[in-house]
């Protein structure tokens, strides 16, 4: 499966950004599909993450500002960050994850100024 994300870019404190990740196979027909980061000197870390079913979970920073979701006639899942702080700043990853067959993309920056 191929993966691409967009979206990134630069953004001041407290703005918004949608991220898109466009899959080369239907969405849901993964066991879930997610976004990740990874900011500088540190380790990939969760965001947010989609069931097959449209069930979420978020990792704790990111609940209430990070909304993650599916279109399906679109093959493309999205994340929209709202209330972004300079510690979002990261590159951003999409993930697809079937029966444990897991596939990355390549990545979309982000940048949050101060």
């Known amino acids: 499966v191929q993966l691409v994300e967009s979206g990134g870019g630069l953004v001041q404190a407290g703005g918004s950004l949608r991220l898109s990740c466009a899959a080369s196979?239907?969405?849901?027909?993964?066991?879930?599909m997610g976004w990740y980061r990874q900011a500088p000197g540190k380790e990939r870390e969760l965001v947010a993450r989609i069931t097959y079913s449209g069930s979420t979970n978020y990792a704790d920073s990111m609940k209430g500002r990070f909304t993650i979701s599916g279109d399906n006639a679109k093959n493309t899942v999205y994340l929209q960050m709202n209330s972004l702080k300079p510690e979002d700043t990261a590159v951003y990853y999409c993930?697809?994850?079937?029966?444990?067959?897991?596939?990355w993309g390549k990545g979309t920056l982000v940048t949050v100024s101060s």
């Open positions: 993930n697809a994850d079937r029966f444990g067959i897991v596939s």
């Open positions: 196979e239907n969405i849901f027909s993964f066991n879930n």
